[in-house]
């Protein structure tokens, strides 16, 4: 029989789920590991059992009878009906107060329902959103908990120690909230990744078309701008790959990739459930918009050749002048993002009563996860100035920040609508703050239009009420409340 030594177990040993098992295991915990395939699970202790204490478990059984109580098994397989499928294994083995953990992608209604299922069989499901791809998995990952307070006291101590730290020492976890809370801010946080992955894109665009650099000289360019306010792991990565020559051809790497970016559904997920919530996340949602737009090969190929202007690179001088440019440009369009992502991480604690803290959550991210970046710091102090904040473009730093960029800012979009170079990102950043900062927008009218064809009221600015006009009569008002 096997003895109940492990303080964790990891079942599921692809790349992500084993290298988390490592790092809990280098972390000095005593780890159960189990997969499907039972030659995973050997080859995982064979090669790596010299990083740390593995309990090997063959069937189901074998593992959770190595596990101390309350036990803690975390599942590590694909979103959807497989996990659905290894908790119905593993949960008529398990007994009251015992914690079943899912570090996959979920999305954050199956895990309301899986919580809430499992909480009526007296079992702890905690749904926690990992970010920090394979490598953050194994080093130090920011990690997201859901679930109740309860399964975080009992799983949290083990989760600060194999998190990554922030700089001045914190762990990059704690409590989200309940139920589907974890994995809904892990949902959000791919978003504001795909956006940030786009504006980032965009400036390269720039940076190539309306500059004239060359893939070498852009990577300079982003070296120098993360040693300053956009210092992030992702404008770090960028210099690398717009560094990287192709072995094969001698060409920049950037050159030789097709330009058809993929997805695996997060931000999709982001846009779909802030249509639900009824939060503005246009520039979220214009980026995932792009990477379905460079997908759609056929689409492209027929639009070849409509007309449009030709682009003329600028002067050396004229082209420095204008990366400054774009340097402010992104960098307002990046707080925008920002901005849009915590607007949606508390409409849902506020619909779903989760009561996230959107400090704590700047604060979580600020390392071991993708969109990592300094000004994360400024975010977190933001929130917890004033944790009712509306908005980071309420924040005075934030609005004046913006604001001395916003005429760069206008000025890189008019070049690029001029040179027909493609900005949906950046366009729809800088009409998210002129929306919010207008006295008055066209929505005055459209509900003019809606009243006209549908009835459907209107409000007033003179008076209180609802109210109709008789269209199709004498146009008189009436209140319909």
């Not at 779903?352 to 400024?378: E, H, K, M, Q, T």
Request: charged share 20%.
């Amino acid at each position: 029989m096997t003895s109940s030594t492990a303080q964790i177990g990891v079942t599921g040993l692809a790349v992500m789920g084993s290298n988390l098992a490592r790092n809990f295991a280098r972390n000095g915990f005593t780890v159960a590991v189990h997969n499907r395939t039972t030659a995973k699970t050997t080859a995982l202790v064979e090669e790596f059992g010299h990083e740390g204490s593995f309990v090997a478990a063959g069937t189901a059984k074998e593992f959770v009878d190595a596990l101390e109580r309350p036990r803690r098994l975390i599942i590590m397989v694909k979103a959807g009906e497989p996990t659905d499928t290894v908790i119905r294994e593993f949960a008529p083995l398990l007994e009251p107060g015992d914690v079943i953990i899912d570090g996959g992608n979920a999305h954050f209604e199956d895990t309301r329902r899986r919580e809430k299922e499992l909480r009526e069989q007296g079992l702890h499901f905690v749904g926690v959103g990992i970010s920090g791809g394979e490598e953050g998995a194994l080093l130090g990952p920011s990690i997201m908990p859901g679930g109740s307070e309860e399964s975080y006291a009992s799983l949290g101590p083990l989760l600060e120690k194999i998190s990554a730290k922030a700089a001045d020492g914190t762990p990059c976890t704690s409590h989200v909230g309940p139920d589907g809370a974890g994995h809904f801010v892990k949902m959000v946080h791919n978003g504001i990744e795909y956006a940030d992955m786009q504006l980032i894109a965009e400036a390269y665009h720039l940076l190539r078309e309306v500059a004239g650099y060359s893939p070498a000289k852009i990577a300079e360019t982003f070296r120098a701008w993360n040693k300053g306010r956009l210092d992030s792991y992702l404008i770090e990565i960028t210099a690398e790959v717009l560094a990287h020559t192709d072995t094969a051809t001698g060409r920049p790497f950037v050159d030789v990739v097709a330009d058809a970016a993929e997805q695996k559904g997060t931000g999709r997920w982001t846009v779909q459930i802030a249509l639900d919530l009824g939060v503005p996340v246009s520039g979220i949602a214009e980026a995932v918009f792009a990477r379905a737009v460079s997908g759609h090969g056929e689409l492209r190929t027929a639009a070849r050749g409509l007309a449009g202007p030709k682009a003329e690179p600028l002067s050396a001088e004229a082209a420095d002048a204008f990366a400054a440019q774009v340097e402010q440009a992104l960098y307002a369009s990046k707080i925008v993002s920002y901005t849009q992502g915590f607007h949606q991480i508390q409409a849902g604690s506020e619909e779903y009563g989760w009561g996230v803290d959107p400090g704590a959550v700047a604060s979580l991210w600020r390392g071991g996860c993708i969109i990592r970046a300094a000004f994360l710091d400024r975010i977190r102090a933001a929130y917890d100035a004033r944790p009712e904040l509306p908005s980071l473009l309420a924040d005075a730093g934030f609005a004046e920040e913006i604001g001395a960029a916003q005429h760069d800012w206008r000025e890189v979009l008019v070049a690029a609508v001029r040179q027909g170079i493609p900005m949906p990102a950046f366009a729809a950043s800088l009409a998210y703050y002129d929306a919010l900062r207008s006295e008055r927008l066209p929505a005055a009218l459209t509900q003019g239009q809606r009243d006209f064809f549908g009835a459907h009221t209107y409000r007033r600015t003179d008076r209180e009420g609802s109210y109709h006009t008789l269209w199709s009569g004498d146009r008189s008002e009436v209140r319909t409340d």
